[in-house]
């Protein structure tokens, strides 16, 4: 079933490049949109005396031969027209010293009177507690899990690197 359908809109897509992006469109002119081309494709594939030849020539689809997969040639037509970018290497993927700085000032600021918001003690209400002396207790369902630092130090680990 699953080829049956790879085939299908396989096909369609090889023939109809607007099933090569997304479709920016309402659900109905989408549905509508399908509809058209699927009349269409039944058209040329039964409609006309030569519609197999043209359209849909042998090895166009998928098929076996002595129960090996042999893809079809709608799949070199189709491929690499997706939607995304290629992704290209965008540098190491660590931070840099100044990152890091800016994130222990995030920190060390949001720790303090001046820095923090009413309501950011109460976020983590039932999952951690923070106790004097600098002890942070987590709680994952019935595990409870202690960790002693200081402040700085426990939102640093929070904060992403």
């Known amino acids: ?34 509809k058209a081309c699927v009349a269409l494709h039944n058209f040329f594939m039964i409609g006309r005396q030569y519609g197999t030849e043209h359209y849909c020539p042998a090895g166009f689809a998928d098929h076996e031969i002595d129960g090996k997969k042999l893809d079809g040639e709608w799949r070199s037509i189709v491929h690499g027209d997706t939607s995304f970018a290629p992704v290209k ?19 060390t600021h949001f720790c303090t009177p001046v820095g923090e918001v009413p309501w950011q003690w109460q976020m983590y209400a039932d999952e951690i507690h923070i106790h004097k002396g600098h002890s942070v207790k987590f709680s994952f ?21």
């Open 1 to 34: 079933a699953r080829r049956v359908i790879e085939n299908a809109f396989g096909i369609l897509a090889a023939r109809f490049r607007v099933f090569r992006l997304p479709i920016h469109a309402k659900v109905e002119t989408t549905e509508s949109i399908t």
């Open 89 to 107: 290497n965008v540098g190491s993927n660590n931070y840099g010293k100044k990152a890091k700085d800016v994130r222990d000032s995030f920190a």
């Open 141 to 161: 369902g019935s595990k409870n899990i202690f960790y002693t630092t200081n402040l700085f130090s426990f939102f640093s680990f929070l904060l992403p690197p």
